[in-house]
């Protein structure tokens, strides 16, 4: 059965607060198996023979729209594409003077992203665009970065969802 990562939107941040237990209890409903929750972020690991991803997506996020009250979007990605990302991050970390590296997952390529984030280059931030990902290095800590993923999402009219290196190895070890 295939493993998934359910990595889920604004999950306890800006006061939207879900106990892991409420996650797993959806999820649990929606018969997926193996169900296991990874830190306070919105990070649920579960098993599925769902047919198509595009599915599973939504029968995912009505559910948690059900029972939280909010739209939850949700960015999937198999065993595979994880430890894809937990390796490239391994060679970004390898780049001189990155202190800091995150991952914004998206549901499809984005045409022209490449282009859109030459307005956010800097000598603090760069970034790196590989498929669904897009890949945020920072020479500085995360915190004194002036790079603000809200402000791109809006001026792309997306969302994404971003995840330190260290949840995304972790998640990878996992799957």
Not at 51 to 70: M, N, Y
Not at 71 to 98: C, H, I, Q, W, Y
Not at 136 to 153: I, R
């Amino acid at each position: 059965m295939p493993r998934y990562v359910a990595l889920l939107r604004a999950i306890n941040v800006g006061g939207r607060t879900v106990k892991m237990d409420v996650l797993k209890a959806q999820f649990t409903e929606l018969q997926y198996h193996n169900i296991e929750t990874w830190l306070a972020s919105g990070n649920v690991l579960f098993d599925s023979n769902a047919k198509g991803v595009a599915l599973l997506r939504t029968r995912i996020e009505t559910a948690l729209h059900k029972a939280l009250g909010f739209d939850v979007e949700t960015f999937l990605r198999n065993g595979e594409e994880m430890r894809a990302v937990s390796a490239k991050l391994g060679e970004l970390s390898m780049r001189p003077s990155v202190t800091a590296l995150n991952v914004g997952f998206l549901h499809a390529p984005v045409a022209d992203l490449e282009h859109h984030l030459s307005a956010y280059r800097s000598d603090i931030d760069n970034f790196v665009v590989e498929g669904r990902e897009l890949y945020w290095l920072c020479a500085v800590k995360q915190s004194q970065s002036e790079f603000e993923p809200g402000k791109l999402e809006k001026k792309l009219k997306l969302q994404m969802t971003f995840r330190g290196a260290n949840t995304v190895r972790q998640l990878a070890e996992r799957m």
